[in-house]
């Protein structure tokens, strides 16, 4: 836990963790100018945000920051888990509620097919 971003910053820096769970509105040093600190000192550490927004524009400022997950505080019982496993792994992940809505580009909408519901098979995991 870091009271604010540059905190954070210092944290991170000093331990280097695997995967670094950030916020977006953090007091002195925010999400964004965060992610991009990061990305620059020490790029071995993945970045999954775990935010409020659910806005477009910060889902995409934060990915195009170098952040590598995107998970909503009212989803994190759920998705943070599979979040943190997904970015550890080298993979990326975005919240279901914010994914469609990331993918808009420009007002063309990007066609995304719904799952069946149906669990992943241990391969597909």
């Known amino acids: 836990d870091a009271p604010d971003g540059e905190k954070a910053r210092d944290m991170i820096n000093s331990i280097r ?3 670094a769970v950030i916020d977006i509105s953090m007091p002195k040093l925010n999400g964004a100018d ?8 020490c790029p071995e ?3 999954l945000v775990l935010t409020v927004h659910e806005d477009r524009a910060y889902v995409r400022r934060l990915m195009d920051a170098g952040a590598r997950g995107y998970v909503l505080k009212r989803s994190a ?3 943070l888990p599979r ?3 997904a ?5 990326l992940y975005l ?3 914010v994914a469609e809505i990331a993918l808009v580009r420009d007002g063309d909408a990007v066609s995304v097919e719904r ?3 149906e669990p992943l098979s241990q391969r597909e995991t």
């Open 17 to 19: 963790p695997e995967v």
């Open 34 to 41: 965060l992610a991009r600190a990061l990305t620059e000192t």
């Open 45 to 47: 550490v993945k970045i």
């Open 77 to 79: 019982a759920d998705d």
């Open 83 to 85: 979040a943190l496993r």
């Open 87 to 91: 970015v550890a792994d080298g993979g």
């Open 95 to 97: 919240d279901p509620q």
């Open 115 to 117: 799952g069946t519901g």
